[in-house]
Every structure is written in structure tokens, then in C-alpha cells.
């Protein structure tokens, strides 16, 4: 079943900042890696245009912090870190959103057995 | 449209939107960067210049995601009636300032009209003609050069500045170099201070007045040499301290993060006025 | 404690680094005592002390002036005056304790019928006095060139004055020619008593001044006020 592209991105805007801190608490990373790391864990492709605000909205509120590094042989390039305050929302946060999607999904699931 | 002309209308359209020529130089590289790596058509990737201008002002001025700031906390620095002559031309006269625990106050004002000077006071290193600055807790201080031992590695500089404060050598190292990466640096342990660039020499200023977690803060344009991304890391770092609940004064002559401080006090005028 | 031995250490670590100047502080005591030592091997015992006090003095001097701009610094973090001096003092009396020893160990296998203790002691002395000396010219005379002369004069003086006039003892090192002389030519011990005497007065008034001008220069100004806390 193919997902209704307007649904998705409304879905995507309410949890991206999210997906961001989880993958960067895997490691430091810059927007390209990240917008394939989202990619390759199933949120469809991230288009810069909606990752980047989200980066800088991150950056803003304490959550990441962020450098500029040169590459070995590419450009420099700006890397996003979490912080401590972000690792912190991240947990808490996670813990909100899976009691969420676990009452999405209870409901969802009577309509599946249908 | 190809991505220069591309990336050229963007940085017209952030300075429409209202964002600072230092971040909107980072937005612009980030994006080229972006280009460089996918490949990706300019306008697919992140749309019209005006609409990306737009959503990236919205994500800088829009609502703000950090938890509500707190009340400003305790006076922990109090400036009053502090006036000031060299050769009899009055530098600073009657100057009051007020700074809580949890704001940052920025020093402005032309050149030569006592900003450096009136810090000096502030931190004891000067006397004033008249007038008093009550400290409400420690203070650190970074200067605006100079400051550093020419032939002391930055650890050494840890460690010397830590053991004033009571941190044991292990401790400050760590506080030194934890404090270095939050700034972009780690620092080499042969590099003397004289052989390190006066951006690097900088932040490594800011380190040492940092050492200790003093209560209050006087920073005297402590990010001169220091390229766009760690002056603007600077800030972010500033900001952080503010939220930790420092009380912060910033000496500066760029007026573009005006914006984004809780007290203005402008010397040249000598009127404090609250932002 | 803590406090004083961390200056002291990164002062030693400062001096260390300074290669060129190490070589020329240990240079210079060999020229002085290798200009006389063919035609007069007593004098040239006392010019290689005098020579050891100007460079021990001279190395105080710029270790003093280059720590000028940080000491504030280091006040405003914790550090207290005393610490500051003490801590430098112990540096180079260390140097100054590192280079007479291969200095007496020359004199104790070039010379003969010398009082060996006694020269000991002259060194000892100097040391003791040179290290204050250079950091109260360093507080007296901010920039460096005017030291430097200063001490050249002293130690021009302290060469061509007479010893035996009342004007010469006002010199820091008039110790040394006194002592000097009881090591050399086995006089009365009334030589080695004055000098002693001479000796300490100057290391205790020496650095007396420098820890009283350090604790003046780096007090706490009466314009601030300073409460803990919470």
C-alpha cells in the first residue's frame, strides 16, 4: 500500500527533530550523511530544504552543537554533535513517542482485525 | 538553475529575511556542501532560494524550542557610579550595570571609550576614580590578547590556571580539553602558546577564564582571529553559559547579536538601558 | 602549597624551554672564570660567583618581566601574591642550584689549597640572592632594557669598587668578594662572619621587597567587594 506523500511529510514533521538526535546519538555527522542515514532507516528521502531549518532549530535550542571541519579532501564541512541537553531530550522524548505510537498503533490494529 | 546562481540568490534572500552575514555565510556554505556531496539540483533539493531563505529565518527568529529561560536569578554583579579619567579626560563617567545570574550584558560603544577599561574594573585589575562593583560569587576573565604564557603548552595552561581554582591536575585537564572541543580545538600537547594562531591563542583565553565555572564572566572581544564558525560557535557557547546560569559580560563592537543578549550598556553614551 | 609548587613548576618548565638563554646562563660564569684563570686563579674564583649572580639575576629579570602580563590573571583565580613569588623564586633558585654544581665541581678538581666549603657557600649565596634580586629589578623597572642595565652597572661596580670601602657593601654581592677572599687566601674567619652576615641580610631584604611589592601590586582593590553565593 502505497502512503499518501502529503500524510507522510505531515507525519515526518512532527518526529524529523527526533530521528535527528536518534541517529546522531550513534556518532557526529554532517546533513548529507544524515539526510541517507535517514534515508537507508526507512523515512524516505529528506530533502535538504526541510533537514537543514531543522538542524539550525536543534542548534538553537542547545541540543546539538555543531563545527565546521575540513574534509580529507572534500569541503569543509558543518558537523552536528549531541549535546548533553539533547541526549537528555532525546531519552525523554523517546519514551513519550513510543507510549504514543504504541496507542496508535492498539487502535490501528482493531481496524487491521477487522 | 545552476547551483552558484542558485546559492548566490539564497544569500541575497537571507540578508532579506533579516539573518546576520555570519550565519547566513554558514547556511550557504552548508548548502553548497550538500550540493557538492548528493549531486542534487539546487531547486529540488532545497527549493526557491526565497522559500529556504524564509523556513531557515523561521528556524533562527521562530518560536523557540529551549525549554522556557528561567527567571533571572541573583544580582551577582553590581556596577555603581563607576567613573573613570585618564589625563583628565573622563573615560567613564558614573557608569551603573546590573547583571543577574542567567543574562548576558554586552559592552558597546566607539573605540577608546573605555570598554576595555571599565572590564579592568570590573575584574579588580584597575582601580576607579570612584564608585564600587559589588561580585556576587567568583569571576573569570579573558582579555582581549595577551594573557597566555609565551612558552607554556595549553595543558600546562589548564593546570596552572586549575590549581589557582583548587581543581586537581587530572580535573583540569579534563575541564580543559572538554571545554577545547566544545570550541572546535584540540589542542596539540608540544604547541607552546607562542606558536599557536591568535584565533587558537584566543580560545584558549576564553578556556582559562572559564576554569572553575566562575560565577560571572567578563569576556573582552574574546573571539578576535576567530573564523565564522567558531565565532559563531562562541556565541552558542555564550549562550549555553547564560543558560547554566552564569552572569555574563560580553565586551564587543559587532552589533549584530544585540539581539540576542538580556542588557545592552552602551559606553559611548554611558546610559544603561535594558534590551 | 599546591599552589606555589604548580608556579613553581611551570616557571621551570618556562625557563627549560628557553634553550638559547639556558646555554648563555651557563656560559657566561666559564668566560668570567676562564678570563682570569692564567694569571690569577683566586680572581678568577670570584669572578666565576659574580658571573653566576648576573646570570641568575639577568634569567629573574626576564622571568619576572614575561610573567607581568599572566600574574593578574592569576590573582583573579585564585592565586595569592606570595604564591606567585615564592613559586618563581623556587624555579630559579633551582636553575641557579642546577648550574653552580658543575661550576663547584670544576673549581674542586681545576684549583688547589682552595676552601671548598666556603666556595660552596659563596655559590650558595649568590643564588640565593641573585633570584631576588633580578624579580625586585623586574617589579622596580617594567621593561626589560632598563634592567638589563641596571644589572650590567651592579655588576661592573661590584668588579671595580674596593672591597674594603664602606660604599661597596651596599652592593648585593659584596658577599662574595668577602667570602671570596676567606676561600682564597685562607684569612681570618672575620671575612667569612661579615660576608655571611652581608649574605643574608640581602637574601632576606631581597625577598622581602619582592613578596611585598607582588602582595601590593596584586591586591585586592578597595573599589571591590566580593560576597560568596547563595
Given at each position: ?19 535527528v ?13 544524515l539526510?541517507q ?25 542547545g541540543l ?9 579532501a ?7 554533535r ?21 496507542g ?11 | ?33 550538500h ?13 526557491p532560494?526565497?522559500?529556504?531563505a ?33 589625563r ?29 577599561t ?9 582601580s ?24 607554556l603548552?595549553?595543558?600546562e ?15 583540569a ?15 596539540v600537547?608540544a604547541t607552546?602558546a ?55 559580560v560580553?565586551?564587543t ?6 539581539d ?5 550598556l ?10 | ?38 694569571d ?43 604564591h ?7 624555579a630559579l ?63 661592573g ?24 677572599t ?26 622581602a ?14 573599589h571591590?567587594?566580593?560576597?560568596s553565593?547563595?
Open positions: 500500500m502505497r502512503v499518501n506523500q502529503e500524510r507522510r511529510a505531515q507525519w515526518l514533521r512532527g518526529v524529523l527533530d527526533l530521528c538526535l536518534a541517529i546522531l546519538a550513534r556518532g557526529e555527522s554532517y546533513g548529507y550523511e539526510a542515514s535517514l534515508e537507508a532507516a526507512g523515512l524516505g528521502p529528506i530533502q535538504g530544504g526541510t533537514l537543514y531549518p531543522v538542524l539550525l532549530r536543534l542548534q538553537r535550542s546539538v552543537t555543531a563545527h565546521w571541519r575540513e574534509g580529507v572534500g569541503p569543509a564541512r558543518k558537523y552536528y549531541l549535546s548533553a541537553a539533547g541526549s537528555e531530550t532525546l531519552r525523554l522524548t523517546a519514551n513519550d513517542w513510543n507510549a504514543f505510537a504504541g496508535v498503533g492498539a487502535v490501528l490494529r482493531e481496524v487491521a482485525a477487522q | 538553475m545552476n547551483p552558484q546562481v542558485w546559492l548566490a540568490a539564497l544569500a541575497g534572500e537571507l540578508s532579506r529575511h533579516g539573518i546576520g552575514p555570519d550565519l547566513a555565510g554558514h547556511v550557504v556554505a552548508e548548502a553548497a556542501a550540493l557538492r556531496d548528493s549531486g542534487e539540483a539546487p531547486l529540488s533539493a532545497f527549493g532560494p526565497a522559500a529556504y524564509a523556513a531557515v529565518a523561521d528556524s533562527v527568529g521562530g518560536p523557540d524550542l529551549r525549554p522556557p529561560r528561567r527567571v533571572p536569578g541573583a544580582v551577582r554583579l553590581n556596577v555603581r557610579g563607576v567613573t573613570k579619567r585618564y583628565r579626560r573622563p573615560v567613564l563617567t558614573g557608569v551603573d550595570l546590573t547583571v543577574r545570574a542567567g543574562e548576558i550584558a554586552a559592552v558597546v560603544g566607539a573605540n577608546g571609550c573605555g570598554k576595555s571599565f572590564l579592568r574594573i570590573c575584574a579588580g585589575l584597575a576607579p576614580d570612584r564608585g564600587k562593583v559589588y561580585v556576587n560569587g567568583t569571576v573569570g576573565y579573558c582579555p582581549q590578547d595577551s594573557g597566555t604564557c609565551g612558552f603548552t595549553p595543558e595552561h589548564f593546570v596552572l590556571i586549575g590549581a589557582g581554582r583548587g581543581m586537581p591536575r587530572t580535573a585537564l579534563r575541564t580543559g580539553r572538554a571545554n577545547a572541543a566544545a570550541l572546535d580545538w584540540s589542542p600537547s607552546q607562542r606558536h599557536l594562531s591568535g584565533g587558537t591563542r584566543q580560545k584558549l583565553n576564553l578556556i582559562m577564564a572559564r576554569m572553575g565555572e566562575p560565577d560571572v564572566l567578563l569576556l573582552d572581544e574574546p573571539y578576535q582571529g576567530f573564523d565564522r564558525g567558531t565565532y559563531l560557535d562562541f556565541w552558542h557557547e555564550v549562550w549555553r553559559w547564560r543558560d547554566a546560569g552564569k552572569a555574563i560580553v565586551v563592537h559587532l552589533l549584530n547579536q544585540l540576542r543578549v538580556d542588557i545592552v552602551d559606553l559611548t553614551s554611558t546610559k544603561e538601558r535594558v534590551a | 602549597m599546591t599552589k606555589t609548587c604548580t608556579v613553581a613548576e611551570m616557571a621551570l618548565r618556562e625557563i627549560a624551554r628557553r634553550r638559547s638563554v639556558l646555554v648563555m646562563l651557563l656560559l657566561l660564569p666559564l668566560t668570567f672564570y676562564l678570563s682570569r684563570r692564567g690569577h686563579l683566586g680572581q678568577s674564583i670570584r669572578f666565576l660567583c659574580l658571573g653566576l649572580g648576573w646570570a641568575l639575576s639577568t634569567a629573574a629579570l626576564f622571568a619576572g618581566s614575561a610573567a607581568r602580563a599572566i600574574e593578574p590573571r592569576l590573582r583573579l583565580c585564585g592565586y595569592r601574591g606570595h606567585l613569588v615564592l613559586g618563581r623564586l623556587a633558585w633551582t636553575v641557579g642550584a642546577t648550574l653552580s654544581l658543575p661550576y663547584f665541581l670544576l673549581i674542586r678538581f681545576d684549583q688547589h689549597d682552595v676552601r671548598y666549603g666556603a666556595v660552596a657557600l659563596i655559590m650558595a649565596i649568590t643564588v640565593v640572592v641573585a633570584a631576588p634580586f633580578g624579580l625586585a629589578l623586574s617589579a622596580a623597572l617594567p621593561r626589560e632594557l632598563e634592567g638589563t642595565l641596571v644589572l650590567l652597572t651592579v655588576i661596580l661590584q668588579m671595580m669598587m674596593d672591597p674594603a670601602g664602606t660604599s661597596s657593601r651596599i652592593l648585593p654581592f659584596w658577599f662574595s668578594r668577602e667570602i671570596g676567606y676561600a682564597v687566601d685562607h684569612t681570618d674567619s672575620g671575612y667569612l662572619e661579615r660576608g655571611l652576615i652581608h649574605g643574608a641580610t640581602f637574601a632576606v631584604v631581597l625577598t621587597l619582592v613578596v611585598a611589592n607582588s602582595s601590593i601590586r596584586l591586591r585586592q582593590r578597595s571591590l567587594q566580593f560576597s553565593p547563595r
